[in-house]
């Protein structure tokens, strides 16, 4: 279903693609744009996605990062076998794209 997604990006005849897959699939259009931003992701990544070894929210937020930062984010999981929580990988984006990481801790 990942595939459909990704090979839907755009809009067919009087409907947008988005629309169309929400009516084949059981998925809403948000969990759509979140399969088709996994295409920004590093190799490495996709590869653990794939492999249901990370969860969906927390490396949608890691998609946003730069290629060298998503190497440097994969290269730290794997150096200390952990993953980010959803919450880290927002305050992860937010500090790379110039935006705020001030919050709670997790």
Known sequence: ME???????GVKADKH?????????????????RYIRLTELTETLLDTVDGRQLELSPVVEISHLSYDEQC???EAMERYDCEPSPSQAVRLKKTETGGSAAGGKD
Do not use: G, P, R, Y
Not at 17 to 33: G, K, N, P, R
């Open 3 to 9: 595939m459909e997604a990704l090979n839907h990006t």
């Open 17 to 33: 693609s988005c629309v169309v897959m929400m009516e084949q699939t059981d998925e809403s259009a948000m969990q759509i744009f």
């Open 72 to 74: 440097a984010a994969a």
